[in-house]
Structures are given as structure tokens and as C-alpha cells.
């Protein structure tokens, strides 16, 4: 790992760390309910895959874009559970045999293979209107709450996360444009992305000008974060990635490597990095950890 | 069809074709948004499995709640066709292979049969977070429209209908109580059903007790819904019910006939809906269509 990457790790790890407290704190009383009422196989399905170890990239824009609009990045903490519950519930059905039929994630058993197909569907079923309820009961005052339902939801739906997903199904095995492949990677990945950030300066009272600046960031860092994943399926290890790599050249997945080359793809990377950290200059000191965090994104190594 | 039940079905045709046209509206635009934006075979199976010819109960009590409560029952039609997504995407995924199985649905192949297993994932995934979208961008003033965000969440969750569906799963083949049956039954159908009214009722701008009065009606009304839909199943034939009988008995299912005999079933949901009948009669007059409701909802053959 380079310096930068490490040193950003250490920065940000009180963050993560609130996070994942947060996260287990939500799913062990399961919000105001009685958590002896959840099915005890659904909540430890949930909780496998919701708390396994992560980035906790999308909590993490979240929080940093609340701190960037001169917020207190704690009041954000429902809505940073709430993306990474729909993030996580994503990565559970996309896994499923029917979908890219997964059996690692992250080093560990998908979650279909670890219990069972019919508890891995409900498992993330369980997480969306679980995220909603975190924004809907935790979120103060109602209009702040009512308008981040409002944004996740769309962020979620059909036109963004799992019209994207549908888009990367059909696309597979057909040569298309790297037009096409941004469209696609901009819904798919992008949407919840953005969406994070958006929350984020919702929470802290953003005016629509700072609005515009971290949806303009979001963009850009939601590219590169996937040229990022391209390059790494390309080019990583079974031991960094945690998962099997070349599963896209092995399902004819049109990917940046393919269509840029490996030297083309860093240099996109590069640029959109770039694009995100000038972008949020107007925000001025606040940010910075959000530029860091765009540089950091493209030097991972998992 | 007995007399109650043509006559209650004529009454009540108004508001089910008002439902029906605002369901396909709101998924041929996907709600202020481009609809080309959508994957058209996503918006497809959405639209399939959405718009199938259904008796639309859930929006019907989210209506006649509305107006039971002294609302104008139109301005509850967000809340009825949210209700209905949430509805859609429950049976498309408990139909899935990995599910309950079932290659026919009102008649009509199930949308993994009609599509494909991702696509029918897919567009149940897709139908969540559309239904939150609704509420929250339709329903006004915010307070009422995040109220409704958070009672939908939770009857759509691990403690409600998930949780339902994960216990039906996992006590197939396992001889319960009635006590048992009723607490699955409580969330897998009844916790939809109540919410519906409960929803109906926050448009109407409904006082505690009113909406107490709701919930006990929901209640019971979802018992009776049960004992019923248990009722057909051993007893109505593959024409009556536009998919095959007798599947609860092939796997194993606890069901009421099983545990009070058919005679024992009838008279149980004869007595649940005169209770609902009977907590709704503070309401007066306005709450007239529910009470017919209750009637209807155990004579129905399908």
C-alpha cells in the first residue's frame, strides 16, 4: 500500500469505526423494534453480509460530505447505515446464481453460499425498506428526512442502481461503446455514490450550489472508482481482491481495460481524480478529506 | 359469486380502475422521471407483474381507510399504488425457484417463467424503493409524507413481511400451533393489510384512536384474509383460482383447515370479520365500504 493510501486509512478510521458500531447497533435491536421479532436466520444473514469487513466507501462520503457543508459529521450516521444497507443489499443479489452467481465476496462466502438462496433474496430484501426505515424514524426535522427518502429511493430504483444492474446483465458478451459503459457504470455504481454525498450535505443544510459541486464530485469519483475495479479485476490477485480476478473477461464483460488499455484506463483514472478534487475547491478546507479520499480511491489495491 | 360479493365489486369498481390507471401512469413515466431511462425490459416486467389483473384489495383499504377517516379518497392514491409495489414485489419473489416455486400466478406465468429468475429479481428489487419514491415525492405536507415512509418501511421489513416469509419458509414441513400460524400470518399478510389502512388513515389526517380503530380492523381482517386464502387452497379448484390448489398440503404447509378442520376454518374468519366489522362501527357510515369489505374478503372463491 502506498503512504497516501496508509495515511488516509489512519485518518479516516474513527469514522469507519463509528460506522460499523452504528451498523451493529442498528441491526442488533433492528430500530425501536423488538429484535427478538426478527427471524434469528434473516437477522444473522443480514449481519454477515452487512457488517463483513468493507471500505465503508459510501458511509464514509456521507459523513465527509456532511463535514465539507460544515456539519457535524456524527448527525449524519443514519444516513451513512442507510446507503450502506442498500449498498450491501446489492452486492447480495447481485452474487445470486441468477445474477453474476458469486461464490466470494470480500474473502468470504457470498451469502447464498454460506446459508441459503431463499435467505440470501430476503436478506436483501430485508435491507432496502431497512434503510428507509434509518432515514424515516432517525433523520430530523421531517422535511430533511422526507427529501433524503426521496433522493436513496431514486438513487435505488429503477433508473439508476437496478436499471444499471439490468443494463449490465443485457450488455454482457456484446462489444459496445465506452458511451455505453459509462451509462451503464454511472447508474450502476455511480448513482449510490452520488447519492451518499447528496445525503451528506443534506444533513448538513448544503444550499443547492454545494449540492451541485458534490454531485459534480460524485460523478467523477464513481468513474474512476470503476476503472479502478476494472483494472483490478484485470490485473490483481485471488489474495488482494478477496475474490476470484478475470471474472469479467471470463463473462466477455466490456470493461475500461478492454476498450482504454491498462495505460489508457490509470490515465482516465487519473483525470477524473483530478476533476473531483477541483471540483470542490469552493468548499474550500472543509474538504479535503474528500480529495483525499478521491485520490486514495484509485490507489487501492482491493 | 354470491350477491354480497357483486354487488361490493360493483361498488368498489370506480376505485379500482382509478388505481389501475394510476399504476400504469406511474410506471409508464416512473414518476417525473425519464422514462426511457429505464431498460425496457426492467419496465416490462415491472409492468407485468404490476399491472396483472388483481382484486387490488391493498389499495382498496388504503382508499376506503381514507375515507372512513373523512378523506377525499383520491389524495390517497400515492399511498394505495405504493402499497400495491410493495405487494408485486413480495409475490415476485416468493414465486422464485428458490422460494415457494410457483410457475403460475392469477392465471398467468410467474414473471421469472414470463422473463427470466435476474429479471423477475430485478424487478421486485426495482419495486421497493419505487414505492417509497411515491410517497415521498407525492405525498404532502413532508411530515405526513415521512410518516408514511416510516410505517411503510416497517411493515415491508425483517420484522414484518420478510420476517413472515422467512418463518413460513422455515416451518414448512413442521408441525405448529395456532398460535404459530397467527404469528406468521400476523406479519407475512397482516402487517401489508394493516398498513394499508393505516396509511389511508395518515392521509385522512386521522386522531389516534381512529387509527387504533384501523389497526385492530386490519387485524382482524387479515386473519380472516388467511383462514381464507387457506380455505381455497385445499378446497377451490385450478380454475377458480388461476393457479394450482393444493399446494400448501404438497409442501407440508401448517394451514387452518389442516389445524381447525374445514368447518372449524369457516367459522373462525365468520367471527374475525364480525369483529372487524365491529371496531370500525365508531367510524359510522364512512366506514361502511370497509364492513362490506370484511364480508367480501371471505366470500371470495379466488
Not at 48 to 60: D, E, I, N, Q, W
Not at 188 to 206: E, N
Amino acid at each position: 500500500m502506498t503512504d497516501l493510501a496508509e495515511d488516509f486509512r489512519r485518518t479516516t478510521a474513527p469514522y469507519r469505526r463509528a460506522v460499523d458500531e452504528a451498523l451493529d447497533r442498528y441491526t442488533s435491536s433492528f430500530i425501536r423494534g423488538n429484535g427478538s421479532e426478527v427471524p434469528e436466520r434473516l437477522r444473522a444473514a443480514i449481519r454477515y453480509s452487512l457488517l463483513a469487513p468493507g471500505k465503508r466507501l459510501r458511509p464514509l462520503l456521507v459523513l465527509l460530505a456532511t463535514e465539507a457543508c460544515g456539519g457535524e459529521w456524527r448527525r449524519a450516521m443514519p444516513a451513512a447505515c442507510a446507503v450502506e444497507m442498500i449498498h450491501a443489499y446489492s452486492l447480495i443479489h447481485d452474487d445470486l446464481p441468477a445474477m453474476d452467481d458469486d461464490a466470494l465476496r470480500r474473502g468470504r462466502p457470498t451469502c447464498h453460499i454460506e446459508f441459503d438462496e431463499a435467505t440470501a433474496i430476503l436478506a436483501g430484501d430485508a435491507l432496502i425498506p431497512l434503510a428507509f426505515e434509518l432515514l424515516a424514524s432517525e433523520l430530523t426535522p421531517p422535511e430533511m428526512a422526507a427529501a433524503c427518502c426521496l433522493d436513496l429511493a431514486r438513487a435505488a430504483g429503477c433508473r439508476s442502481l437496478v436499471g444499471g444492474q439490468m443494463d449490465d446483465l443485457l450488455a454482457e458478451g456484446q462489444a459496445r461503446s465506452l458511451e455505453d459503459l459509462e451509462h451503464i457504470h454511472r447508474r450502476k455504481t455511480g448513482a449510490l455514490l452520488r447519492v451518499s454525498l447528496r445525503l451528506g450535505g443534506r444533513v448538513a443544510g448544503a444550499g443547492l450550489d454545494e449540492l451541485a459541486a458534490l454531485d459534480h464530485y460524485g460523478t467523477s469519483l464513481g468513474l474512476a472508482f470503476q476503472i479502478t475495479d476494472d483494472l483490478l479485476d484485470c490485473c490483481g490477485t485471488r489474495a488482494e481482491l478477496g475474490k476470484e480476478p478475470h471474472k469479467d473477461a471470463a463473462h466477455g464483460k466490456l470493461t475500461y481495460p478492454r476498450l482504454l488499455g491498462i495505460e489508457g484506463s490509470r490515465r482516465r483514472a487519473a483525470v477524473l481524480v483530478e476533476e473531483a478534487c477541483r471540483v470542490v475547491e469552493p468548499l474550500g478546507d472543509r474538504a479535503e478529506l474528500l480529495r483525499r479520499l478521491a485520490r486514495f480511491v484509485v490507489q487501492r489495491n482491493h
